[in-house]
């Protein structure tokens, strides 16, 4: 098992301190993952008198709907629902019966946030027909991103019509239970840190009260520690022990709905479950918890798959403003991740055989290039950023993985003595000269030629 350097490990500390610190946290933990394994973990502050470890329970928040998520892809996986389905075919009796389980997931449905009743998170919950029969909509369906706890409630209740289990004994038997997540709970179990409230002009706490939510449950009750946090944050880097295909997973982390908030840039977005973020071009994925008394944070560097978690006992502090994002720049500063080496010759793909195929292209009078990365044939930025990646399907046939392309066929089309003519990307023609005459150019190419 790889180990973080002595001077690594020590600025984590250093960092962990200053936030407890300066942001008044009674107790926080934390913990480094790279390569699906949890490197390094520290705690701050005190739970009874001692310091909290990669053990202590706190309350994860909101990151409890990315489990709920999973269990939703992997019933849509297994044929038992689709995400265009909508929710009232499968739960009948709410108000907003009509929205599709996707814009749930994606919290786009325009289902109003919280609860019509007294503030859910630090009162008992109720049932789910006194939940459904008492909310609504907000605004139009598909219209823009709004969160909504409540969605996520309503997607715990579809897993438990659909299984007939209660929606906790789905996740605990299908993902905690096969994943090792021992500590991950619906209610405390010892060693826990209890909830608290810091005054914000003096240095007095207030306990904050912890309770069993009701049909609010799946937005945000669950427990757990770092330990159990680590592994979750290994699964979204890729290590899903076969429980989601990587299809799925990376489907989850598409950005599906950007989160705009007025007079500020566009870095965050929202996909199946999961958060995404796009930070100074690194792209990001993981989830964010809050609770009264508890403050929870999960990222993932999607290109590495280096991950932070982070979990503290307070209602509000500053302290989470950067913390992940510092722990994650300290990781890479001090440490980056290894790199491999190329080696010729070891892709899945025998770049041999298409080696006609890569060099200088034309769309008309726009120049890109092809080449063959891994199993893949990359077409750089077409006009108007129409680049795209392209996995072989068949002889001469590709299909496109992503940008304006994505599900788009590529054919190559060759002469009778089996060389190369022209691309034919889904009727845009691509010649190795600028309108190639010889190519069956749409429209036809002027007579007079180029002048």
Request: charged fraction near 20%; hydrophobic fraction near 40%.
């Amino acid at each position: 098992m790889p180990t973080l350097r002595e001077a690594t490990t020590a600025a984590l500390d250093h960092r962990l301190a200053l936030a407890q610190r300066d942001g008044r946290v009674p107790a926080l933990t934390a913990g480094i993952v790279r390569g699906g394994e949890l490197l390094w973990s520290a705690g701050a502050g005190a739970v009874d008198g001692t310091v909290p470890t990669a053990d202590t329970q706190f309350r994860m928040g909101s990151i409890t709907k990315t489990f709920v998520a999973v269990a939703i892809l992997r019933l849509r996986d297994a044929g038992r629902l689709d995400l265009t389905d909508r929710f009232g075919a499968h739960v009948p009796g709410s108000a907003f019966g009509e929205v599709t389980i996707e814009q749930l997931l994606t919290h786009s449905g325009g289902v109003q946030a919280e609860t019509a009743g007294p503030w859910w998170e630090r009162t008992p919950g109720g049932s789910w027909p006194e939940l459904a029969g008492s909310v609504g909509q907000s605004s139009r369906a598909g219209r823009r991103f709004h969160y909504t706890n409540v969605g996520y409630a309503a997607l715990g209740r579809l897993i438990e019509v659909l299984t007939g289990r209660d929606w906790y004994a789905v996740l605990a038997e299908d993902l905690l239970t096969p994943l090792g997540l021992t500590r991950t709970t619906l209610r405390p179990a010892a060693p826990a840190a209890a909830g608290w409230a810091v005054h914000p002009f003096a240095d007095v706490v207030l306990p904050e009260p912890e309770h069993d939510a009701g049909a609010m449950a799946p937005a945000g009750q669950l427990w757990s520690t770092v330990n159990d946090l680590g592994r979750w944050a290994a699964f979204l880097a890729g290590h899903t022990a076969g429980l989601l295909s990587p299809q799925t997973l990376a489907e989850m982390c598409e950005p599906h709905h950007v989160v705009d908030q007025p007079g500020e840039p566009w870095t965050g977005a929202h996909g199946l479950g999961w958060q995404v973020w796009n930070l100074g071009g690194t792209r990001y994925a993981g989830h964010g918890g809050s609770m009264p008394g508890f403050l929870a944070g999960l990222r993932v560097r999607v290109d590495t798959g280096d991950g932070v978690v982070a979990l503290l006992n307070t209602t509000s502090s500053p302290a989470t403003r950067t913390l992940i994002g510092d722990l994650h720049d300290i990781l890479t500063d001090l440490e980056p991740p290894a790199v491999q080496p190329w080696v010729p010759g070891s892709s899945t793909l025998d770049h041999t055989d298409h080696l006609d195929l890569v060099g200088t292209w034309h769309w008309g009078p726009a120049t890109t290039t092809a080449r063959l990365e891994g199993a893949e044939l990359v077409l750089g930025d077409l006009a108007m950023g129409r680049g795209s990646r392209f996995a072989l399907v068949g002889a001469d046939r590709w299909v496109g993985l992503d940008g304006y392309h994505n599900g788009e066929p590529l054919r190559v089309v060759r002469r009778a003595d089996g060389s190369v003519s022209h691309l034919d990307l889904q009727t845009f023609l691509l010649t190795r000269t600028p309108y190639d005459g010889e190519a069956d150019i749409p429209g036809g190419v002027d007579e007079g030629g180029w002048r």
